[in-house]
């Protein structure tokens, strides 16, 4: 009895307690809001509403189709990826039940499009998978899921979208569409993926090769040998680590040569990325590249120090041209004046007179084919030397500043342009010992004994051209001349042509001078015969015919005596008897203007010595002449009248007519007007009504007032 009073006692108090459990429990809702208690029942109509549906449509407790709660991708940002195997998370809950209980979640499948599979498909998994691998192509991709339940119910299907896409080209690099760019120039393309070699290419640009370094985010395009010059379009293909493709298109202009800039290095390849440093190493590259073939070395703006009789000369080859004047990432070229792309020579070791110390030496193998231009070039001031030395070549030199070296021993020559042996150079569109940012000449010094501006010494079979230069002889102590030709053979020609020749201070300047028996053509030149700026006792030529030439044809020139400044006496073109005959008799002068400016003491247009002859003056005009001032002297007895010079002509062997004294002007303003090397393109007889006051009827023939101008008149 006492222990069935126990239990009674421990069942009225779990009863007390579940009571008082309910009462609490009761409690609670009543102060649970009306809010939750609306959730609670919108929960339990959903959920009678589907079961009544699942009824209509004829489904029972075990068809319903299981549920995926959870799709969606891991570790994708802003919906895209560079990794073609991408992780996702998923989750799924059954919802069928069967009398012999809840139905479980037994299988998985993914594919890539929309069309559900059968419940008897092979491409079910039984596992839930983390990740799924697309096809390595770029581009937008999408991945779809369903889940079949024990009871072999299939859930509808669940959709993600990504796009698949490599990280690219890093930002930073070197190499963009449009530029400029050496045929051997090795591409460095940094990127932000881990790519790899195998399978990449190039083309567009040649062949090539492909490779990868630097943990595998460096790719390195190099040429087998050299790429193709002209306008290109470089197509580099990689694969990254995950086999995407990553492509890169490059337009750029090739050119077959070498780059050198001041703070360059010579241990680099003179490529745009690794220009050289010295001018002589990028000659030495582009020739082992290219060849003869055919290359330039593109010379950026700076200062170039070079030792001319020493190991650090420029020494030029044959196919391979220097040309100045580049911006240092050499994609522009940017002439100026003055010049800034400057060679100086700082040799303290002198040469000899026919073989004078150099900063730029050509050697006799090269020809035509190679071009020094755009470039500063001073030489030094050792004895004998020269800014350029061509010995046997024939290169074109062509909008240099050619400077001689200055401060020396009085017995020194001074060269801006030296040449001999067979050299046949193109010398055109210089300043020669001309600064035309002062508008005055340079070079030479007080102290040397004799400058030149171009100097052809022993030449032979040359054929040479000089044209459109701004020149003069450079400062000198003893003589100074434009273009001196001596000693040359007569189995060759030089033609000077559309110059402008200007004095200096010497006691002799001349501005050409042929002493040997080359066929000299000699016309369309403006020739300043005077003084650059006052100085001591002087005399001024223009021309000098110093010996028997195989031919001197002097025509359409116009020759000033008297300017800038006056010399002592003052010779348009004199023909001198030398103590070794034989002397100048097969000269011809026709059309050219001589014109008197300045009251020098000693004055005359064509001065001859006793012996020379003319064989043909026609069609010159003489202004400013007269008493005191012949047009014509033969030694010592002078024609102040063109009768008087004509028969003195005709009379000594020579054919003389068409002559004509007076009856124009010209003004100091012209001059200058006519000294411009640059100046304007006018070919209209309205220019000379500014410059000439016309009487008389004298024709001149295509007159080159100035290098680059060209002009039909009639007086």
């Known amino acids: 009895n006492k222990m069935k009073q126990s239990r009674m006692i421990r069942a009225a108090l779990y009863i007390g307690v579940f009571a008082f459990a309910i009462a609490c429990t009761v409690g609670m809702l009543s102060t649970c809001s009306t809010e939750l208690i609306e959730d609670i029942q919108d929960d339990i109509a959903a959920k009678k509403e589907e079961e009544a549906l699942e009824e209509e449509e004829g489904k029972t407790a075990e068809t319903r189709k299981p549920v995926i709660t959870v799709f969606a991708w891991s570790g994708v940002e802003g919906g895209k990826t560079d990794n073609p195997t991408v992780a996702f998370n998923l989750s799924a809950e059954a919802k069928a039940v069967s009398t012999n209980g809840a139905a479980t979640i037994a ?56 796009t698949l896409e490599p990280l690219g080209w890093a930002t930073g690099g070197v190499y963009t569409s449009g530029l400029k760019l050496p045929a051997h120039e090795q591409f460095i393309f940094p990127t932000d993926d881990v790519v790899v070699a195998e399978g990449a290419t190039v083309s567009g640009i040649g062949t090539g090769t492909v490779e990868v370094g630097s943990m595998g985010k460096v790719v390195t395009v190099r040429p087998a040998s050299l790429w193709s010059a002209g306008e290109k379009t470089l197509t580099l293909s990689v ?124 050697p006799s193998s090269v020809t035509s084919a190679t071009t020094l231009s755009y470039l500063k070039i001073q030489g030094g001031t050792a004895t004998f030397s020269a800014a350029v030395f061509c010995d046997g070549s024939s290169p074109r030199i062509r909008n240099c500043q050619i400077v001689c070296g200055g401060n020396g021993a009085v017995d020194d020559y001074r060269n801006a342009i030296f040449l001999t042996g067979n050299s046949s150079p193109e010398i055109a569109s210089n300043s020669i010992n001309y600064d035309e940012q002062l508008d005055t000449v340079c070079g030479g010094y007080s102290t040397v004994k004799n400058s030149y501006g171009i100097r052809l010494y022993y030449v032979s079979g040359t054929n040479g051209k000089i044209y459109g230069n701004r020149l003069s002889g450079g400062e000198a102590s003893s ?28 006691v002799e300047t001349r501005c050409i001078e042929n002493s040997s028996q080359m066929t000299c053509l000699v016309y369309n030149n403006l020739l300043l015969v005077g003084l650059n700026s ?40 004199t023909l001198m008897k030398l103590a070794i005959p034989p002397i100048p008799e097969n000269v011809k002068l026709c059309n050219n203007l001589f014109v008197f400016k300045s009251g020098a003491s000693t004055v005359c247009g064509i001065n001859k010595a006793t012996g020379a002859s003319i064989l043909e003056l026609h069609n010159n005009g003489f202004q400013g002449f007269g008493a005191g001032k012949p047009m014509y002297m033969n030694t010592t007895t002078e024609y102040a009248t063109i009768d008087a010079m004509e028969t003195f002509v005709q009379g000594d062997g020579g054919l003389s007519s068409g002559n004509i004294a007076g009856g124009f002007s010209i003004s100091d303003n012209s001059i200058v007007l006519l000294s411009e090397v640059d100046s304007k393109s006018v070919a209209n007889s309205s220019f000379f009504s500014t410059v000439f006051s016309c009487e008389g009827n004298l024709s001149f023939n295509s007159l080159f007032i100035s290098p680059l101008t060209s002009i039909s008149f009639i007086f």
């Open 107 to 162: 299988g998985y499948f993914l594919k890539e499009n929309t069309t559900a599979p059968a419940i008897t498909d092979s491409g079910w998994l039984t596992a839930a998978p983390t990740t799924y691998a697309f096809s390595a192509e770029a581009g937008e991709r999408n991945l779809y899921l369903w889940v079949k339940d024990s009871l072999g119910n299939l859930s509808s299907g669940s959709a993600l979208a990504v």
């Open 534 to 573: 006052a100085s001591a006792s002087t005399v001024a030529r223009g021309i000098v015919i110093n010996n028997a030439s195989a031919y001197f044809a002097g025509y359409n020139n116009t020759i000033v005596l008297g300017y800038p400044q006056a010399a002592t006496s003052e010779y348009g073109i």
């Open 239 to 362: 694969k990254t680590q995950y086999g995407l493709t990553l492509t890169k298109e490059l337009n750029v202009t090739l050119f077959n040569g070498v780059c050198v800039i001041p703070n360059g290095n010579d241990s680099g390849n003179g490529s745009f990325r690794q220009p050289k440093a010295t001018i002589s190493a990028a000659i030495s590259t582009a020739n082992d590249l290219y060849g003869s073939g055919g290359a330039i070395v593109k010379i950026a703006k700076g200062n170039y120090a070079v030792d001319g009789g020493g190991t650090s000369g420029i020494v030029m080859v044959e196919g391979i041209s220097l040309m100045g004047e580049y911006s240092a990432t050499f994609q522009e070229h940017l002439p100026g004046m003055p010049l800034t792309t400057v060679i100086t020579d700082s040799s303290t070791t002198g040469g000899t007179d026919p073989s004078p110390i150099a900063a730029v030496k050509i």
């Open 479 to 506: 003589r100074s001349i434009g273009i001196y030709i001596i000693n040359a053979s007569a189995s060759g020609k030089i033609a000077v042509y559309g110059n402008t020749i200007q004095p200096s201070n010497s």
